[in-house]
């Protein structure tokens, strides 16, 4: 079957079933389990009612629970086992093995240092971006051009950086363009993604032109959403414009700020495709992710492997739950 026609079929059936679920399911409430008929029919409607939101839910609820709520617990499991034994229970023997591996802690080291630079550089440079970007006519025009890597998949991006780091031989033309504008001023080519410690900040560099956009676009609406009235009293009292930026905007915006780098914290915590695309770890760029992937389909390790998995879990759940509690309370 041609693959467009394939497609359109799908959506067909698939909208087709989510109409006839809604359809038949309240028919079958409304007129077969609690009928609106009879000395009871206020109770029945009543009782209806109560069920209803559960009928629209349960679809959302099924596929959570089979694609994010199995996995989990099935993850877990393998964790605990020994996969060579036929399954058998093992307790923390994986994650034993998993600590007195070298390359772990090396992972673990690289996203702590992840950790720290990505979110707070990001966030910084989007609300720059964001702030400057208002007082200009052209910042529409702008706010597209630095926005427009969020349209890009972190593996497209990871190779057009790979191709500004590439490196030729010494007397050869250069197509990378770090390398091109060395050479240009008389240095020397470097293969920068293999350099120790410094190609972590090289693939940085990626995420950080990905997720800048991302925080520009929220925080240009947190200081649009500002009030005018404290930023003219600021001006009255004499404040500066960065006394006004510092003091009177950023206090106010701060809730956004730390949504904003908590949610790029979450990003980083799982960050694999662009380690995968430009170094696949090597070079000493390990980081969580790419270790859980090369221990579940190359070493063919899957103890090892979704022990990794359970700790990106546990890092990730704490920020996720804080995030939650926060929006809830800011609903209130």
Same mark, same amino acid.
């Given at each position: 079957?041609?693959?467009?026609?394939?497609?359109?079929?799908?959506?067909?059936?698939?909208?087709?079933?989510?109409?006839?679920?809604?359809?038949?399911?309240?028919?079958?409430? /409304?007129?077969?389990?609690?009928?609106?008929?009879?000395?009871?029919?206020?109770?029945?409607?009543?009782?209806?009612?109560?069920?209803?939101?559960?009928?629209?839910?349960?679809?959302?609820?099924?596929?959570?629970?089979?694609?994010?709520?199995?996995?989990?617990?099935?993850?877990?499991?393998?964790?605990?086992? /020994?996969? /060579?034994?036929?399954?058998?229970?093992?307790?923390?023997?994986?994650?034993?093995?998993?600590?007195? !591996? #070298?390359?772990?802690?090396?992972?673990?080291?690289?996203?702590?240092?992840?950790?720290?630079?990505?979110?707070?550089?990001?966030?910084?440079?989007?609300?720059?971006?964001?702030?400057?970007? @208002?007082?200009?006519?052209?910042?529409?025009?702008?706010?597209?051009?630095?926005?427009? #890597?969020?349209?890009?998949?972190?593996?497209?991006a990871a190779v057009i950086w790979k191709l500004v780091y590439d490196a030729r031989p010494l007397g050869t033309e250069q197509i990378g363009i770090l390398n091109a504008v060395l050479v240009a001023l008389g240095g020397e080519p470097?293969?920068f993604l293999t350099l120790p410690f410094w190609n972590n900040f090289f693939l940085m560099v990626v995420l950080v032109w990905i997720q800048t956009g991302f925080a520009m676009v929220i925080l240009s609406a947190a200081l649009r959403?500002? #009030?005018?009235?404290?930023?003219?009293?600021?001006?009255? !009292?004499?404040?500066?414009?960065?006394?006004?930026?510092?003091?009177?905007?950023?206090?106010?915006?701060?809730?956004?700020?730390?949504?904003?780098?908590?949610?790029?914290?979450?990003?980083?915590?799982?960050?694999? @495709?662009?380690?995968?695309?430009?170094?696949?770890?090597?070079?000493?760029?390990?980081?969580?992710?790419?270790?859980?992937? @090369?221990?579940?389909?190359?070493?063919? @390790?899957?103890?090892?492997?979704?022990?990794?998995?359970?700790?990106?879990?546990?890092?990730?759940?704490?920020?996720?739950?804080?995030?939650?509690?926060?929006?809830?309370?800011?609903?209130?």
């Amino acid at each position: 079957m041609h693959p467009a026609l394939q497609g359109l079929l799908t959506i067909v059936i698939g909208v087709s079933a989510c109409i006839g679920y809604f359809y038949f399911s309240n028919v079958i409430l /409304d007129k077969v389990i609690f009928p609106a008929r009879g000395p009871h029919a206020g109770r029945n409607i009543n009782r209806a009612n109560l069920i209803r939101p559960w009928l629209f839910l349960f679809p959302a609820v099924a596929a959570l629970g089979l694609y994010l709520a199995y996995p989990v617990v099935e993850t877990l499991r393998l964790s605990l086992t /020994d996969r /060579d034994m036929g399954g058998a229970f093992i307790g923390l023997e994986n994650y034993r093995k998993m600590s007195i !591996d #070298p390359k772990f802690w090396e992972a673990m080291r690289n996203n702590a240092l992840w950790l720290l630079v990505v979110p707070a550089v990001s966030t910084a440079m989007g609300l720059l971006v964001a702030q400057l970007t @208002d007082r200009i006519r052209w910042g529409a025009i702008a706010k597209s051009l630095i926005f427009m #890597p969020m349209a890009i998949s972190f593996v497209g991006a990871a190779v057009i950086w790979k191709l500004v780091y590439d490196a030729r031989p010494l007397g050869t033309e250069q197509i990378g363009i770090l390398n091109a504008v060395l050479v240009a001023l008389g240095g020397e080519p470097h293969t920068f993604l293999t350099l120790p410690f410094w190609n972590n900040f090289f693939l940085m560099v990626v995420l950080v032109w990905i997720q800048t956009g991302f925080a520009m676009v929220i925080l240009s609406a947190a200081l649009r959403g500002v #009030p005018e009235e404290t930023i003219e009293a600021a001006i009255v !009292d004499g404040a500066n414009p960065f006394q006004i930026f510092f003091k009177i905007k950023i206090p106010q915006i701060m809730g956004t700020i730390v949504v904003v780098w908590t949610t790029i914290t979450i990003t980083v915590l799982k960050v694999f @495709d662009i380690v995968f695309a430009m170094t696949n770890g090597q070079w000493e760029t390990q980081v969580l992710a790419n270790y859980m992937y @090369d221990k579940l389909f190359r070493a063919n @390790d899957w103890g090892v492997g979704s022990a990794a998995a359970m700790v990106i879990m546990l890092l990730v759940t704490p920020i996720l739950v804080w995030n939650v509690y926060n929006a809830r309370k800011e609903m209130k």
